[in-house]
């Protein structure tokens, strides 16, 4: 059984939760019921906002890179080389 909660939010976040909400298909009571679900969980140990997802988890490992690797430059220079 739903039990009904008042929140005071500020309009602009609402009118931008309300797009949000109908772009997923999905009522603003639901959207916010899953988000407090999904923190719930988490402070009882069930999960966490960032778990890592299947895929990420699959592909962990696969790189081998030198423990002196500077990801930010490496991803500068892949840009730059791409877009040359």
């Given at each position: 059984?739903?039990?009904?909660?008042?929140?005071?939010?500020?309009?602009?976040?609402?009118?931008?939760?309300?797009?949000?909400?109908?772009?997923?298909?999905?009522?603003?009571?639901?959207?916010?019921?899953?988000?407090?679900?999904?923190?719930?969980?988490t402070d009882k140990?069930?999960?966490?906002?960032?778990?890592?997802?299947?895929?990420?988890k699959k592909l962990?490992?696969?790189?081998?890179?030198?423990?002196?690797?500077?990801?930010?430059?490496?991803?500068?220079?892949?840009?730059?080389?791409?877009?040359?």
């Open positions: 059984m739903a039990t009904k909660l008042t929140l005071a939010l500020d309009p602009d976040v609402i009118e931008r939760a309300k797009e949000y909400a109908k772009l997923k298909n999905t009522s603003l009571s639901k959207l916010v019921e899953n988000f407090l679900r999904k923190i719930a969980n140990g069930k999960g966490s906002l960032e778990e890592i997802s299947p895929l990420v962990s490992g696969v790189l081998n890179l030198p423990p002196d690797y500077d990801t930010k430059t490496g991803c500068r220079d892949y840009i730059s080389e791409k877009y040359r």
